[in-house]
């Protein structure tokens, strides 16, 4: 696999505010993918940064303790080189913000606690070019399967029509009763029930929630499967149809058109028509060094706050770190946001090679924070050394 022309050559020097970095913690966060690759390598993207050339790396990594970001920066220093990689528009790359909604659940329906949350039903498949059926859109990672074969999985609309209900609920108290016409349940499937249509939207947006059940647990869900569709942002439809400007959409001007609009929310959010499915985790299982750890994410580690980015993990290698340059992003700490990130995670709506979604950390603050961003930035990758011809050890 060759190194894509995507990527420019850089020097430590050309990366701004690369000296005022804190390396320490990114090295903290890139030392968790560390461990995680001695049970299961991550899959090479498709812009050339092979798995195999970390290996020298991570062993470094597993090996060494950094007394201070200086020594930590002489660690990324030593072992990588700096590549600046553009957006496909020729122009910057992007980033926006994720979190980690910390939200009441029950563990049964109630009159108050009326909204699902789903883990993976028993039909639902995983589709690549090695099984899927003639005609099946290429997009769709996901398939139902059926008497007559596999087929598209149902979509936001229809789950929350009812076309999950009525079979396997014992024992989930109310679940399967119709509340204002209704049924919202799903085969069993409901891992807990929340209050707001709107806040079970958005954990669907950020793929994980901390949650405080009303039988005095705290627990997390978790990203497991999806409906397979492509995702639609209600921020987009919005501005497309001219109820909120392209440059006043934040997560915060969302919420706030739906608290005005409640009549329309289904209106909305059935025109993105993909779904989350999740899974229970515990909180100390995700928090396995720092209850300050946010959940396990797709790189199958704990994501750090402010260090770990979502990429396109068909284009980009778990583990990779970045350095990303957003000047006009003041969001996290009232300065330019310059850090460097371990990627970590993915998403259905971060696509292209300088696209990132930062992670903010949990709660209502970090919510604030992730809510506003969406700054042009520069993405550096980090590069082994081994891939770089003449880079030298």
């Known amino acids: 696999m060759s190194l894509s022309q995507a990527f420019s050559e850089k020097s430590f020097d050309d990366l701004p505010g690369w000296d005022e970095d804190d390396h320490l913690a990114a090295f903290a966060a890139f030392r968790r993918s560390a461990f995680h690759v001695l049970t299961k390598p991550y899959r090479s993207g498709g812009l050339g940064v092979d798995f195999n050339a970390f290996t020298e790396v991570y062993a470094a990594a597993r090996t060494v303790s950094p007394a201070d970001r200086r020594e930590a920066r002489a660690f990324f220093e030593r072992h990588f080189i700096p590549a ?14 994720f979190y980690e909604p910390v939200v009441d659940a029950s563990p049964v329906r109630t009159e108050r606690f009326t909204v699902p949350l789903l883990s993976r039903p028993a039909d639902l498949v995983d589709i690549d070019d090695a099984n899927r ?20 999985y149902f979509d936001r609309g229809e789950i929350e029509r009812g076309a999950l209900a009525g079979k396997g609920l014992a024992g989930k108290g109310l679940a399967g009763k119709s509340v204002a016409g209704k049924s919202v349940a799903g085969k069993g499937l409901e891992i807990a ?15 994980s929630a901390r949650l405080t059940m009303t039988d005095g647990r705290l627990c997390r869900v978790t990203y497991a499967a999806k409906s397979g569709q492509r995702f639609t942002g209600p921020g987009k439809i919005l501005s497309e149809t001219g109820e909120i400007p392209l440059e006043a959409v934040t997560m915060q001007s969302v919420r706030a058109w739906f608290k005005a609009h409640p009549d329309r929310i289904d209106e909305i959010l059935w025109r993105n028509r993909s779904y989350i499915f999740f899974r229970e985790i515990s909180v100390s299982e995700a928090a396995v ?22 990429v396109d993990r068909l284009l980009h290698t778990f583990g990779t770190p970045f350095y990303i340059d957003g000047p006009s992003l003041t969001a996290f700490d009232n300065k330019p946001f310059r850090r460097l990130m371990i990627a970590q995670d993915t998403g259905s709506a971060i696509t292209g090679p300088a696209r990132g979604d930062l992670f903010a950390g949990t709660g209502h603050a970090a919510g604030e924070i992730a809510g506003v961003v969406r700054n042009p930035a520069d993405f550096y990758a980090l590069i082994p050394r081994r891939l770089v011809p003449g880079a030298g050890r």
């Open 289 to 310: 060094d720092d209850p300050e750890l946010g959940p396990i994410a797709a790189a199958k580690v704990p994501l750090t706050p402010g260090r770990s980015v979502a």
């Open 133 to 152: 059926p003639h005609g099946m859109d290429p997009y769709l990672a996901f398939g139902r399967t059926t008497p007559n074969g596999t087929v598209e």
């Open 84 to 97: 600046h990689i553009g957006a496909e528009s020729g122009g910057a790359g992007l980033v926006t913000g």
């Open 193 to 207: 029930w929340i209050a707001d249509k709107v806040d079970a939207f958005f954990i669907h947006v950020q793929g």
